[in-house]
T-cell receptor, first 117, second 117 residues
Framework: GAGVSQSPRYKVTKRGQDVALRCDPISGHVSLYWYRQALGQGPEFLTYFNYEAQQDKSGLPNDRFSAERPEGSISTLTIQRTEQRDSAMYRC???????????????FGDGTRLSIL | AQTVTQSQPEMSVQEAETVTLSCTYDTSESNYYLFWYKQPPSRQMILVIRQEAYKQQNATENRFSVNFQKAAKSFSLKISDSQLGDTAMYFCASFNAGGTSYGKLTFGQGTILTVHP
């Protein structure tokens, strides 16, 4: 597609439920990133993939959070047993290549706003 | 570890005037990139401008330019001829092209810019 697509745009769920957030990167983009953004703050890195390989998951807050990108395209961020503190905007970004002499910037999706009741 | 600091929580400017947003960063890497992203009320995340650390020339994109002071680790954004549509939150971000932070953007806290008619 023309841009990074995330779904759903909004998700409201009760505490304790599992949620799955989807990201469809720009076609052909190798790298895919997940960030979490609290209201009024900058995004914080969660994890990223090159193709289907998860390269760094150091930003995932705890083991309730996981991500996958099984075919090197669409990615899913899953939060199990959600808690109110998980409420935030979750953003996905993609880039054509990682690193290199003409570093490609990360292009962001519009995010999924997650609210845990 | 990387850090990015934006010391101006809010700024305002009159339409058609010039405004400068400040950003300082800290990194131990020699190869890195710097970005300014714009987040309007619609909550999109839009790339405004980027700078490669190895380039001495300041980047320019139409009305947007940067003042990159590598020794001082400063990366300010100048917006000329401000327009109402420039009203947004602006985030400064750094990206290390090597080291343990490779692959992730680190964002500052953001500066809310309001352009008044």
């Amino acid at each position: 597609g023309a841009g990074v697509s995330q779904s759903p745009r909004y998700k409201v769920t009760k505490r304790g439920q599992d949620v799955a957030l989807r990201c469809d990167p720009i076609s052909g983009h190798v790298s895919l990133y997940w960030y979490r953004q609290a209201l009024g703050q900058g995004p914080e890195f969660l994890t990223y993939f090159n193709y289907e390989a998860q390269q760094d998951k150091s930003g995932l807050p705890n083991d309730r959070f996981s991500a996958e990108r099984p075919e090197g395209s669409i990615s899913t961020l899953t939060i199990q047993r959600t808690e109110q503190r998980d409420s935030a905007m979750y953003r996905c970004a993609s880039s054509l290549v990682l690193g290199g002499p003409s570093n490609q910037p990360q292009h962001f999706g519009d995010g999924t706003r997650l609210s845990i009741l | 570890a990387q850090t990015v600091t934006q010391s101006q929580p809010e700024m305002s400017v009159q339409e058609a005037e010039t405004v400068t947003l400040s950003c300082t960063y800290d990194t131990s890497e020699s190869n890195y990139y710097l970005f300014w992203y714009k987040q309007p009320p619609s909550r999109q995340m839009i790339l405004v401008i980027r700078q490669e650390a190895y380039k001495q020339q300041n980047a320019t994109e139409n009305r947007f330019s940067v003042n990159f002071q590598k020794a001082a680790k400063s990366f300010s954004l100048k917006i000329s001829d401000s327009q109402l549509g420039d009203t947004a939150m602006y985030f400064c971000a750094s990206f290390n092209a090597g080291g343990t932070s490779y692959g992730k953007l680190t964002f500052g806290q953001g500066t809310i810019l309001t352009v008044h008619p």
